[in-house]
Structures are given as C-alpha cells and as structure tokens.
C-alpha cells in the first residue's frame, strides 16, 4: 500500500538547520509533483515547497523563500526538504505529500527554541 514516512524533525534554536526525509512506496515515486507542508498548533495546513517530478522545478511559499531547499532522488524514492536559518514561526507538524495521491505520512515534528 501506499506509505509516506517523514523523518528527520526535533528541537533546534532559532537560526540553526534540520534536514527533513520523506521516503515513499507502493506508488510510482517519478510520476508524481511532491509536496512538503506544515500545521501549525490551531492552524491549518499550509504548503511550504513543491517539486517537479524531475526535480528541475521548485516553487517555495514566500514565508521560507531563501531558507528552505527541496530535493528528490527518484532513485530512493524520496523527497527532502533542507531548513536552514530556522525561526520559532517554523515549528509544526511537517507532512510530504504525492500531489494527487491523497495519502499523508504521521508527519515530522519541527520545534524551534531556545
């Protein structure tokens, strides 16, 4: 069946890095626009990054434009998302999701503190 596993979320002060992990199965990982989004406490979800299928295009919301990198390897069927430059407004629940998949992972929990 169809899972999407994120990794790589913890505690981290404000302007340092977290590397986050979304490794996938049982669905054809290269066809398909891959996503990263975050929730917020009493927020709803919101798209942070998305990326083409062959990860030639990328496309950020202004919020982490400059701080944030995400990145594919279709080999490994997973997708990345590099926080740099972190601020308390970062922390969420962040989830990778298969653009018209409909399936969500548990997500990865981002908390920037210090």
């Known amino acids: 069946q169809v899972q999407l596993v994120e990794s790589g979320g913890g505690l981290v002060q404000p302007g340092g890095s977290l590397r986050l992990s979304c490794t996938t199965s049982g669905f054809r990982f290269r066809y398909y626009v891959m996503t990263w989004h975050r929730q917020a406490p009493g927020k709803e979800r919101e798209l942070v990054a998305s990326i083409s299928t062959t990860g030639g295009s990328a496309n950020y919301a202004d919020s982490v434009k400059d701080r944030f990198t995400i990145s594919r390897d279709n080999a490994k069927n997973t997708v990345y998302l590099q926080m740099n430059s972190l601020k308390p407004e970062d922390t969420a629940v962040y989830y990778c999701?298969?653009?018209?998949?409909?399936?969500w992972g548990q997500g990865t929990q981002v908390t920037v503190s210090s």
């Open positions: 999701y298969a653009v018209g998949l409909g399936s």
